[in-house]
Structures are given as C-alpha cells and as structure tokens.
C-alpha cells in the first residue's frame, strides 16, 4: 500500500511504517553523500556545529545533475548507501530519522536505526529524471565546492520511494528475494 | 589518406555524450518492456513500469536518464587511411567531453586521483579512450557513460584453465549474487573470458555495447549465455533487488584466446541505463 509521509519525521510516523510499504515523501529532505559526511563526521569530531540541525530530518544520497535553465535541479535519482555505513550510525545518534538512497545497509547501520527509530528507504536507481519531477526546490546548505556532492535542501512533493528497513529492523532486502529465489532442480513457473 | 580535422571528432563526442544521457537505446527500451510484462512481483513490475517511464521523460525532457551520467568512457576505431590534422586527438576527444557535459547539464564524476584528494576536475575529463586500428578511411566513435554503482560490482578473477565451464558459471553468478541490489538492477552481465587480465576487463566492458538479444556467434559461448542469464534469474534479486524473476536482461560474453595456463574471466556490470551512442565519420 501507498503511505503518504511528511518530513521531518516524528517517531510516530516512523512506527507507522513498514518494509515494503510504498511511501510518498513530502517537505523537506537534504541531500548528501560520499564527501559530503565525510565532512561531516570531521566536523562532529572536532566538536564543531552541523550545518544542519539533524533532528528529525531525512538524508537524500544524491549528486543531482545540474539544472537547466529553469529547472530547479536536473536528475537526482539515488546513489549507493552502503558507501555511508561508516558515517551513518553516529548521524542517526544526533537525531537523523531517515535516510533516502539504494542498496543494502550494514548490520550496525541496521542495528542504529531500530536503536534511533529511524528508517531507510529506496528510491529507484537510475530513475532520476522522474524523481526530479517531484522537487519542487532546491536550495544550496554547505560545501559548494563539493559541486554535485554539495549540502542542498530540497522541497519535495509525493516523492516515491520504498521502505526498505523499518525500525524493527524488518529488511525488504532480505526478505524480497527470498519469495523468488529458486534453488536446485526447482523450475521456474 | 583521407583528411580529417579532430575538431569533428570533438564535435562529434560532444553530441555523443548528450544524446547518450538523455536516450535509453531501443533494444534496452524492448527488454525492459518485455521484463515487465513477464514479472511476476507486483512492486517488480511497478518498478519496471517506473524506469520505463523515467526513459520517457527524459527524451521528452531532454535530462539525464540518470544523474549519474559516468565517466565518459570512449571507443574509438580508426582506420589505418586516416590522417588526423588540427591538433591532438586525444585532448580532440576530452574537449569533446568538456563541452557535451557542460553544454548537456551533465554531472561531473571525474575526481583528479583515486585515492589522495579525490578533487573533482569539474569537467568530467579525463575520458577513458580505448583505441583500434581497424582497415579503412573512416573513424567510428563509441561514447558510452558508465556509472560508479555498477561499476563498482563488477569483479576480475584469475580462474585455472581446471575450473572449466562450472567455475566461469559460480564465479558470474556469484558476482551477480554478492551485487544484490547495488548496481541497480535489472542490469546487463558483460564477460570477459581468456586473454591477459587488462583483455580479459576489456573485452567484458566491449560485451556491454552489445545490441541485446544478439548472441556470440560461437554456438557454445551463446549456449552459456542463455545457462548463465538462466542461472542469474533464479537468484530472485529482481527489479532494484527487491525480489522478482528479472535480475538481469542478458549476459554478453566476448572470449580471446590465452595462456595455456590461464583462464582469466571478468564480470563487468552495466545498470539498467545501459547507455551507449555511435557515430561514423
């Protein structure tokens, strides 16, 4: 079923949720990822100030294309998570609730968002002129210099994604192929 | 020889960089279409119907299939009468670049070094230029943008000649399998069998421009690339590896002769928007 969801996420509305469900994703999501927290993660050691308040908020691994003239942000679909694992569980202690990318997620990742009551979902890899279509705005946060891997907020608008690990820990990853995977003489019907 | 200025090749690489983001080529449009209407996962489906209609907007649009839009991975065959005048060929084929992903709103994905500052180049040059000497008075260039996730799952092993056709089989499927949902599937296998271990890498990414549903000509290599898709789709990875019988839409496979003591085998992995522009000049 189609879940409508807004940002920043509350603990109920995470409760709410469940792998597989099919969400619609609307407010305010900010993008990030491999450069991105890594600076991140120097700056919380360093014990300096995020240039994001965390607290209840959704992070979009993306490096969108550039806009066009009058777009407001050309093709953003997901990239890979798993290359944020390292950074992720102490991102989920400040208070992150959710986080928007594609592939599967380490145990302690895992671990850190039934911990956190949080939740992951994907959105469709290699669908980024569609996903686009949902932002509605775009405004640059921190590290223009990263260029695609920059800090921008987005406004976004029943964007589509998936559940994917819900904070039960519930894994569509795991649990997804395992209904159609075939093994030894089994045939396909 | 015939006369040909590198500034219609950079000309040319630039319209090739454009038109590759924004088009899913045909024979990918079919199978994906053919996929979704044999699967069986509801969401599998969906999911396929999505990135169909994500090809649709994009060429309407004029955007990026992906926001990955690569590295600008270039092939080129140039025929021995050619003569090449104003200018470097190379730099030709990187202001090519230069100006389709500036011109075309493409993202840049190029970092300067791997490993030490990572600082992007900002103009996703350099490409990487694979080039043959072919017989003929003509060049024909390939740009063919290859994203990071994909990439990144694909994997190289020095196989003994011993393994025979079971260790090429576990060794493909077992990639495919530890790839999971990563590479954004469903995704097209390329393989690379024999040669030396940079042939071996070479020859699966060549494997990858090829038209699917086209098999090797070698009815015992395509007879293993129908084994292998097979094979593939029983993992039940499915559409973005979450569940379903389309894991993969074809697996290519290119052979060249070896060592008598090796048998190399790689595995290039090419996502969904299995991008690809050609032009003859």
Not at chain 2, 214 to 236: F, Y
């Amino acid at each position: 079923m189609t879940k409508k969801v807004n940002t920043p996420l509350s603990d109920e509305t995470v409760e709410n949720l469940e792998a597989g469900d099919r969400v619609l994703i609307s407010g305010i999501i900010y993008t990030g990822r491999d450069a991105a927290h890594k600076r991140l993660a120097g700056m919380m050691e360093r014990g300096e100030e995020l240039p994001v308040d965390l607290k209840g908020q959704v992070i979009y691994y993306v490096g969108p294309c550039p806009a066009k003239p009058g777009q407001v942000i050309g093709s953003a679909g997901p990239t890979t998570s798993g290359r944020m694992d390292s950074f992720t569980p102490q991102l989920l202690d400040r208070g992150l609730k959710g986080m928007i990318g594609k592939g599967t997620r380490s145990k302690e990742v895992i671990n850190s968002i039934v911990k956190n009551k949080a939740v992951y979902f994907a959105a469709i890899g290699g669908a980024g002129a569609l996903l686009a279509e949902t932002i509605k705005e775009a405004e640059l946060v921190a590290f223009d210099d990263l260029g695609p891997e920059a800090v921008y907020r987005l406004r976004v608008e029943d964007f589509p994604a998936i559940v994917i690990i819900d904070c039960h820990g519930n894994n569509l990853y795991e649990t997804g192929p395992k209904n159609f995977k075939l093994s030894g003489e089994e045939k396909q019907p | 020889m015939r006369e040909i200025n590198v500034e219609l090749v950079t000309k040319t690489v630039e319209v090739l960089c454009i038109e590759a983001n924004y088009k899913l080529p045909a024979d990918v449009k079919n199978a994906l279409e053919a996929a979704a209407d044999r699967e069986e996962s509801p969401l599998g489906k969906e999911i396929l119907m999505d990135i169909l209609m994500n090809a649709e907007i994009a060429s309407k649009k004029r955007v990026p299939l992906c926001q990955d839009t690569g590295l600008a991975v270039v092939f080129l065959e140039l025929g021995q009468d050619v003569r090449l005048v104003g200018g470097d060929l190379y730099e030709a084929i990187n202001e090519g670049v230069r100006r389709g992903y500036t011109n075309g709103y493409l993202r840049k994905s190029s970092v300067d070094d791997p490993f030490l500052l990572r600082k992007n180049t900002g103009d996703n040059t350099p490409a990487v230029i694979h080039t043959t000497i072919v017989p003929g008075d003509r060049v024909k260039i390939i740009v063919a943008p290859k994203g990071g996730g994909s990439e990144n799952m694909s994997a190289l092993g020095m196989l003994k000649p011993s393994d025979g056709v079971e260790g090429i089989k576990k060794f493909v499927v077992d990639t495919v399998e530890r790839a999971g949902s990563n590479p954004c599937p469903p995704i097209i296998v390329g393989v690379g069998i024999g040669g030396t271990i940079e042939v071996a890498a070479l020859i699966a990414k060549k494997a990858l421009l090829r038209t699917l549903g086209e098999h090797n000509p070698n009815p015992a290599v395509a007879a293993l690339e129908d084994d292998l898709l097979r094979e593939i789709n029983r993992l039940g990875i499915g559409p973005q590896g979450l569940g379903g019988r389309t894991t993969a839409l074809a697996v290519n496979i290119e052979t060249h002769p070896a060592h008598i003591a090796s048998m190399p085998v790689a595995v290039n992995i090419q996502c969904h928007a299995a991008r690809h522009r050609e032009a003859v000049i």
